[in-house]
């Protein structure tokens, strides 16, 4: 996961408007690195289903889904 880097994922999800946290090694087992993201009862349906086409859309940029 490439964190600081603005074409990484979590870069690019920022980007599009989706603050999301990179948990890596050794947090979790290497190679199993994964997004934290955080949901509030005032987020709206149309904001979480929003974020989640923003998060795969800059996966399938990125060739990871």
């Given at each position: 996961?490439?964190?600081?880097?603005?074409?990484?994922?979590?870069?690019?999800a920022l980007a599009a408007g989706v603050f999301a946290q990179g948990i890596?090694?050794?947090?979790?087992?290497?190679?199993?690195?994964?997004?934290?993201?955080?949901?509030?009862?005032?987020?709206?349906?149309?904001?979480?289903?929003?974020?989640?086409?923003?998060?795969?859309?800059?996966?399938?940029?990125?060739?990871?889904?």
């Amino acid at each position: 996961m490439r964190g600081h880097d603005r074409g990484g994922i979590l870069g690019l999800a920022l980007a599009a408007g989706v603050f999301a946290q990179g948990i890596g090694f050794p947090t979790v087992p290497e190679g199993k690195a994964r997004i934290r993201t955080i949901v509030t009862a005032t987020h709206t349906q149309e904001e979480l289903t929003r974020a989640l086409e923003i998060l795969e859309s800059v996966g399938k940029k990125l060739k990871i889904i």
